[in-house]
């Protein structure tokens, strides 16, 4: 697992048995081209893209936090190793779920933002992707933050209001009740809504949700990923 230092910005491996203590964020790809991957993190490229400052952003909050690595998605995976992304994408539920506090940014929220119903925190785009479902239900900890980095609450606090958004119900959001007890059913529900932009992630981004493992086959399509999914992995309800 590698991990981003919040002192050095370096990236660092880690074997599995001595993984030390990490925040993770959840946000929203602004592209290809404007996030900071492996690649970009020790070359002047990375000051340049636009997602440099939520990196930079995140590891200032981790640092405040006590917290000396951060693993964000964009620059801790090898998006370029199929093998390597197949392997992450099977593991990101328990990488969630294991981190010490997620941080979710919502990148269009303002910071003097209401907390309510009908409020841009509700309206939010995090809301709809389907790769957020799982980094919104995994860590046990979980704070949102504005586009200016200001705390909005966390995930116990904004039970009540997130459960209206989702349907997710609230002894799940605050991790009184196991995922296993809900339904194949509700599950599904949660998920029907949010999009993501490459089909088949459709069904890859639930994976850990049924405590699934599956290779990634990219090009056959959502229905096809489902099939193969629901086929090799019967799942009782």
């Known amino acids: 697992m590698r991990l981003l230092s919040v002192k050095s910005l370096e990236v660092k491996e880690f074997s599995a048995n001595a993984i030390p203590p990490y925040a993770i964020l959840s946000h929203r790809w602004l592209g290809d081209d404007e996030e900071v991957v492996l690649q ?3 070359l002047p490229v990375a000051k340049t893209k636009l997602g440099y400052e939520k990196l930079v952003k995140s590891c200032k909050q981790a640092e405040k936090d006590g917290i000396e690595y951060v693993w964000i998605d964009s620059c801790c995976i090898d ?7 197949s392997e992450s994408i099977n593991s990101m539920f328990r990488w969630y ?3 010490v506090v997620c941080y979710a940014f919502l990148s269009d929220v303002p910071g003097d933002s ?3 119903d009908d409020s841009p925190f509700a309206k939010s785009k995090w ?8 980094e919104l239900i995994a860590p046990e ?9 200001k705390p909005l609450g966390s995930k116990s606090h904004l039970s009540g209001v997130i459960s209206r958004i989702t349907g997710i119900d609230e002894l799940t959001l605050r991790g009184r009740r196991e995922l296993h007890l809900s339904s194949i059913a509700a599950r599904m529900s949660w998920a029907a809504k949010r999009e993501t932009t490459r089909e088949e ?7 850990g949700l049924f405590g699934v493992h599956l290779p990634l086959l990219y090009g056959e399509g959502a229905t096809s990923s489902y099939a193969i999914w629901f086929g090799s992995h019967p799942i009782s309800s």
Do not use: C, N, P, V
């Not at 998006?79 to 992304?85: K, N, V």
């Not at 809301?127 to 799982?134: A, D, K, P, V, Y």
């Not at 992630?201 to 994976?207: H, N």
């Open 201 to 207: 992630d459709r069904s890859y981004s639930l994976l």
């Open 114 to 116: 209401a907390l309510e």
């Open 79 to 85: 998006m370029t190793s199929s093998a390597e992304l």
């Open 127 to 134: 809301f709809t992707r389907g790769w957020t479902l799982q």
């Open 97 to 99: 779920k294991e981190a």
């Open 141 to 149: 900890h979980l704070r949102f933050y504005s586009q200016e980095w």
């Open 40 to 42: 970009d993190i020790e």
